[in-house]
């Protein structure tokens, strides 16, 4: 993987500075990566993500989710929120970018940061003064403490012409490697060294006292043509293999033939922040990998020890069923040997080997009995059997246990790392449907379901969306919504069935623990909210003429989780639709137990597919869909 040369980060900075410059820092966020979030305001929202130590990148909006704050975040936010960022400008020849805040167009404050392994970042007054700093710069070292002023590595050579290539080239011990001055002596990292040497047609590895002086003049006429390419340049591009992912604004034409997928991205920036989100990617993937190298070693290992044991108790399963077998084979001399009478065992192939009060010891074709003088033979036989029988029994528990086991193993083999999606909420807010406001859901035949929180929403529900071709549901019991079947004059007997099913659950019934109740349902024209002359209607009721149409419906909700707009939706639902675009879901019927809990039983299923479990957002969201705050999850 190739990291931002300085170059990058001139060209980066250029751009961003252009679009950030003058806007106003809203808040400091840490994520949890140990990235730091500048957030910013200058008409829309948008955030600048630092990564110390590796890059940085514009986002248009705020992401939805952060880390804990740390005390570099905390310092962050005391000394440049409510500061205008007045520019960022990176550190010539070095990969340094300095962010200055103040107001009025005055430097107060400066931040700056390191993105080369071992860096640090620092927070400074308007004269480089360190008020704060995050990591311990190897670079700088004791120069880069609270109190002192911040100092930057010493300058290196500035590529500006090819002049000045030139002489910097035939400076060098001419033992070196081609490839390695231009990539370290001019300050161009991998990439373009490479690409350099490919356009002059010579290899990296190349001494410099085999260069020609034709050569040396074209590697230096090559660079300063392609440090102006990559000034003037406004694309972006991400060259992607198992081995290689790099950055650039320009195309690098050395990557070509082998096997690096060139990406081509609107910016720069575009490009940095896809490079950065894969590169956390690949970090998961090799941690996932590892984690579950060691679990199924972990399996592995006690799977052997249970193979071990379940071997074992078969062999003494074995044994003790061969002695209660022995018994009953020698039953009638082992009952005379244990009542003493001499003549019933005597000459029958037994030997005393011990004896006492309570028990005899003895030896049958080559095994050794224990035989109880207080218990019938045939008694103590049956007991062994039995003892064998459960230690045959526990062997088989076993053998179930090491086939869980392997099938965790074999779960483990397929387990995917999970891609890296880091939500960003724009400043422009999607666009809400009418029926949202509600509670509501589809059947599965996609029609509409719509429900009424309380009773105000029932009525404003039935004056504002009520159409000719709707049906109005209602539960036969004080305290249920009413629920409106979109274009429900043409739904089939199923649809009818869960929309009424949907109206009873949100009923008082579920409150009641009931597992049925009846609702009606009636057409539009079947409302009334006009009362007869001599009479009122209370706030939040109407009148409905007859006749009604009764449906008997068992209470219960599945719910389950939908995707929109690169997020989670939990959703509530007759179980056909809710199964049809959730790929988890659970049944939940009235019960005791709190919504919050239940809540949670969707991360198992969540785990179960390898996707995260629920933020506390989506887990408060989905406790909210149950009714009442109460219920139980069911099979089915």
Same mark, same amino acid.
């Given at each position: ?31 949890? !990566? ?8 200058? *008409? ?31 310092? =962050?936010?005391? @000394? ?41 970042? =620092? ?29 930057? &590595? ?74 102006? @390419? ?21 195309? /690098? ?54 193979? =071990? ?40 192939? /037994? ?6 009060? !309570? ?44 086939? *869980? /086991? ?41 029609? /509409?379901?719509?429900?009424?929180? !309380? ?39 199923? @649809? ?54 009764? %449906? ?21 639902? &007759? ?21 919050? @809990? ?32 109460? *219920?139980? %999850?069911?099979? *089915?």
């Amino acid at each position: 993987m190739s990291e931002l040369a300085s170059v990058d980060l001139e060209v980066w900075a250029s751009r961003v500075s252009e679009q950030a410059s003058g806007s106003l820092v809203v808040n400091v966020y840490r994520m949890e !990566d140990g990235s730091y979030l500048i957030r910013l305001r200058k *008409g829309d929202q948008f955030t600048i993500r630092l990564v110390p130590r590796f890059c940085a990148f514009l986002v248009q909006g705020v992401y939805e989710r952060r880390g804990e704050l740390d005390e570099f975040a905390k310092l =962050a936010r005391r @000394e440049i929120n409510k500061l205008q960022l007045l520019s960022i400008e990176p550190v010539e020849g070095e990969r340094i970018l300095t962010f200055s805040f103040g107001a009025r167009g005055s430097v107060s404050r400066l931040l700056i940061s390191e993105l080369f392994p071992g860096g640090c970042t =620092a927070i400074t007054t308007h004269d480089h003064t360190i008020i704060g700093i995050e990591g311990v710069s190897k670079t700088t070292g004791m120069r880069s403490q609270v109190g002192s002023r911040y100092q930057p &590595p010493e300058r290196r050579v500035s590529v500006t012409s090819a002049d000045e290539v030139l002489s910097t080239l035939t400076s060098r011990s001419g033992r070196e490697r081609i490839g390695q001055v231009v990539a370290r002596d001019l300050g161009l990292g991998r990439k373009y060294s490479n690409e350099v040497l490919y356009r002059c047609g010579i290899a990296p590895l190349t001494k410099i006292t085999e260069l020609s002086d034709e050569s040396m003049k074209r590697i230096a006429e090559s660079v300063e043509s392609l440090v102006k @390419e990559v000034r003037s340049s406004t694309a972006g591009w991400l060259y992607v293999s198992q081995e290689e992912l790099s950055p650039s604004p320009i195309r /690098l034409y050395h990557f070509e033939g082998k096997g690096v997928e060139p990406i081509a991205l609107p910016s720069l920036n575009d490009a940095i922040k896809a490079y950065y989100e894969e590169h956390l990617n690949r970090r998961a993937a090799a941690s996932l990998e590892e984690e579950v190298s060691r679990r199924k070693k972990s399996l592995e290992e006690e799977i052997s020890k249970k193979r =071990a044991a379940s071997s074992s108790l078969l062999t003494e399963a074995e044994s003790v069923r061969n002695v209660a077998s022995l018994m009953m084979r020698y039953l009638g001399s082992l009952e005379a040997l244990r009542k003493r009478i001499p003549e019933g065992y005597s000459g029958m192939g /037994l030997r005393v080997v011990e004896e006492s009060s !309570d028990r005899i010891i003895v030896e049958i074709e080559g095994n050794r009995l224990v035989v109880m003088t207080n218990v019938p033979v045939s008694q103590q036989a049956s007991v062994l059997f039995e003892r064998a029988k459960n230690l045959t029994r526990g062997a088989r528990n076993i053998e179930e246990e090491i086939r *869980g /086991l392997e099938v965790e193993i074999e779960k483990l083999s397929r387990k995917r790392p999970i891609r890296v999606e880091e939500p960003i909420r724009t400043s422009q807010r999607p666009r809400r449907e009418w029926y949202t406001a509600y509670r509501w859901c589809f059947t599965s035949g996609g029609k /509409l379901v719509v429900a009424g929180r !309380d009773s105000s929403s029932n009525v404003r529900l039935l004056k504002r969306h009520l159409e000719d071709d709707d049906l109005v549901f209602h539960a036969e019991l004080r305290g249920s919504p009413v629920a409106v079947l979109k274009k429900g004059s043409e739904a089939s007997e199923a @649809e009818i069935r869960e929309a009424a099913c949907f109206c009873a659950s949100y009923s008082r019934a579920w409150r009641e623990l009931l597992t049925s109740v009846s609702v009606y349902w009636v057409r539009p024209d079947q409302i009334d909210f006009t009362p007869p002359p001599g009479t009122y209607l209370p706030k939040g009721s109407f009148i409905i003429k007859p006749p009604k149409q009764y %449906v008997t419906s068992e209470l219960g909700i599945s719910i389950g989780l939908t995707y929109v707009d690169g997020g989670r939706e939990p959703i509530a639902g &007759p179980h056909g639709w809710v199964s049809s675009v959730s790929r988890v879901h659970m049944k939940v019927v009235p019960g005791e137990k709190r919504s919050i @809990e239940i809540a949670r039983t969707l991360n198992e299923l969540l785990a179960e597919i390898n996707e995260p479990p629920l933020t506390d957002e989506e887990l408060v969201r989905t406790s909210s869909l149950i009714p009442f705050g109460k *219920g139980r %999850v069911v099979k *089915g």
